[in-house]
């Protein structure tokens, strides 16, 4: 199989003669290689209404994204409490604004490292921030997805490492000037690779009454445990509102494709591209050796319940946050989200997730003897 090719010529970009407001985000649009192996790729445009970003369908292609005019403000989220870091995003801030693009970073980084930067809010992510540059590792990144809670307005994300594994951040802050170079450039007739991560919808529900309590969208997995109970966790699982099985075990893991290289890998879990359209489940410690992982497709209803006869609840936690107790007869309901993270890529997705596993997971990597 070819690698997937990027191309234009179906592509009829829409000419726009009004000039960019100092309160208005770029318009973004969104193009994909329907078939990129094909001797005549075709490929989908969409153009995002006021950035808000809905994807209806589940799809395992590579995506480019590409502004209508060059980018005016973005937002640097950095790894907290490092003053290495800081250095660096202080660095990348002059450097966005020697170009006059606006600059964002976090109420608490404005007020202790950066001051003469703008605050990043809800309503400058949803109006005005183009795009986001992370700096740290893969938690900082995970951090940077609970700006996205309650916006459909997602800008792309480029993430540069610096943190201890790295494995959401490709991009080598040596280079900083060449990709930072590269996003502003993604007008017109350019384009910027891109993956769309898909997260979780996860609803938290009371048994009195079917009370909602809590909801959370999730980039790697939401996690039901049983904490520090001497007692196995016991979780019916259904599927599509179906009563699927009951696991026994420490706790089961929700996983989506990102996430699948992390807590559920560790947890025996297999490892999937983020562009896998899919849900796995991982027991953890099960009681029983046929209950093994599984990979459903995304466009199921899924849905962990602590049955009525349960010695203890269960602990439910997202990302490695918020966590938060559920008693028996309390359920949790986990979907596809349709607002996935637009995360930006170094080169062809595919190709970055297998280098990925390589280099910074060791997967089949081993000493050939040369004698």
Not at 85 to 111: A, C, M, N
Not at 119 to 133: H, L, N, S, Y
Not at 236 to 255: E, K, P, Q
Request: charged share 20%; glycine share 6%.
């Amino acid at each position: 199989m070819s690698s997937p090719r990027y191309v234009y010529q179906n592509f009829s970009p829409i000419k726009s003669q009004k000039k960019r407001s100092e309160c208005s985000k770029v318009q973004l649009f969104l193009g994909v290689d329907d078939d990129p192996d094909s001797a005549t790729p075709s490929i989908t445009q969409f153009k995002l209404h006021n950035n808000k970003l809905s994807i209806p369908s589940a799809t395992s292609a590579c995506y480019h994204v590409r502004w209508e005019h060059p980018p005016a403000a973005v937002g640097i989220i950095k790894k907290w409490k490092d003053p290495a870091i800081t250095e660096k995003l202080l660095i990348i801030g002059e450097w966005f604004t020697d170009r006059g693009v606006k600059v964002y970073v976090e109420p608490s980084v404005h007020q202790e490292e950066a001051p003469n930067y703008e605050i990043i809010t809800p309503q400058t992510i949803k109006d005005e921030i183009d795009f986001i540059v992370c700096i740290g590792g893969d938690g900082t990144v995970l951090h940077t997805n609970t700006l996205f809670q309650n916006t459909q307005s997602i800008p792309p994300v480029i993430s540069f490492a610096a943190g201890d594994l790295g494995f959401l951040t490709p991009f080598n802050f040596d280079n900083h000037d060449k990709w930072l170079s590269t996003i502003m450039d993604a007008h017109n007739d350019n384009k910027l690779l891109v993956t769309m991560r898909q997260r979780l919808h996860c609803r938290v529900y009371s048994s009195e009454e079917d009370k909602f309590i809590y909801e959370y969208m999730p980039l790697n997995e939401v996690l039901l445990d049983r904490g520090s109970s001497p007692y196995l966790s016991k979780i019916d699982l259904y599927i599509d509102n179906v009563l699927t099985t009951t696991i026994r075990a420490d706790g089961v893991i929700a996983a989506t494709a990102t996430g699948s290289t992390a807590y559920s890998m560790s947890a025996g879990g297999t490892m999937a591209p983020p562009t896998v359209p899919g849900i796995f489940i991982t027991p953890i410690c099960p009681q029983s050796l046929a209950m093994r992982p599984l990979m459903l497709p995304d466009c199921i209803l899924l849905k962990f319940q602590i049955p009525e006869e349960s010695r203890e609840g269960a602990f439910v936690t997202f990302d490695g946050r918020n966590q938060m107790k559920i008693e028996c007869g309390d359920y949790v309901e986990i979907r596809r989200s349709l607002t996935p993270i637009i995360s930006v890529n170094m080169y062809g997705c595919h190709a970055e997730w297998f280098n990925s596993i390589k280099t910074k997971l060791g997967w089949n990597v081993r000493e050939v003897n040369t004698c």
